[in-house]
């Protein structure tokens, strides 16, 4: 008991145990050694026969009592349970969870030494790797992205397309995952008031319709290249750094239709992956980093 809070309460624990034990034992002697007698007095006569006398407990009781105090005593010898000793076989709970962490490594140790040491390249194309990675996946991830790992609800981003909001190289996926992301594009109607969304919002839908720097939105333009383009590229790119999407593709986030882009720019948008670091460890994060690098596709059952 390493986490008594002093020793002083761990003596305390053996005098308590001890004496209770030493009284124990006093009384059962007591009340053997009485034996069947009278008190011999003539007031504690309570109904005809029924009168006051001391008579032993029955014999298989005294046995009973006995059996209970020997296996207390081999107990306590074996176990922790007298203050701080430990028992002679030195049973501790810690020591049960060391044993089955030592079992768990020995069965699942050497594969995941295996995995660990493979270059990310290599786990893609480890079929056993996959289909670790996707249970890991499916066990933390389709609640927000979905079984397929193709997004829902316009909130979730869709893990197997082209487009990376915060890059796609295996660093990145990497640190999106041990970290989690947060998001931050600001609100812009304050800023550039209804009308300047609407314009905005228009030179957007025309980016990703592949018609960049069409002249016939000259106010867009110039409100993208002045507000925008820190964050979101001047051709509308996208930063992986800031998380800024590309804005020139079809892939959408939160939705492509006119209100759904234009509510994303007046109001803003402020995304949250969470952190996985201390949930999962290294080897998990880097067969999720592999199995995404790769195209997310959910293996064969087996
Ligand atoms: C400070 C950097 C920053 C600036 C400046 C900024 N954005 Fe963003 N924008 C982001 C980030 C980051 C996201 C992703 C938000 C998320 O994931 O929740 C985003 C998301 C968007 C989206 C949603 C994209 C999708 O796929 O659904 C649109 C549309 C957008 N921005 C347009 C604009 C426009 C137009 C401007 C200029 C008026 C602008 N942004 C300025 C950082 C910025
Ligand atoms: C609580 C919901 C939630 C869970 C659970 C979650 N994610 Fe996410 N994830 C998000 C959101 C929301 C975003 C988009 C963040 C943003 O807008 O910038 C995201 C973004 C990502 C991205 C970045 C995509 C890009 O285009 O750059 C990756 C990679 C990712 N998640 C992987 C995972 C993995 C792997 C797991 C499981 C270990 C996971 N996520 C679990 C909500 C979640």
Known sequence: MADMPSEFWAGWIVVITVTSFIALIWFVRDLYRAGDQDTGREDEVWDETLREGARPAPVWWFWFILALMTVSVVYVILYPGLGSYQGVLRWSQGGRIAERFVDYDAQFGAERRRLQALPLAQLEGDSDA??????????NCTSCHGRDAAGQARLFPDLTDDSWQWGRDETQILETIRSGRQAAMPAWEPVIGAQGVEQVADYVLGLSAGDSGSPANAEGSALFLQFCSACHGPKGSGQPLLGAPA?????????????????????GRNGVMPAFGSRLDDAQIRLLTAWLSAGARIPDER
């Not at 804005?247 to 109001?267: C, H, K, M, N, T």
């Open 130 to 139: 996959m289909q670790s990675a996707w249970r890991v996946f499916n066990n």
């Open 247 to 267: 804005l020139d593709d079809e892939a959408w986030l939160y939705g492509g239709d006119r209100a759904q882009v234009i509510r994303s720019i007046s109001q």
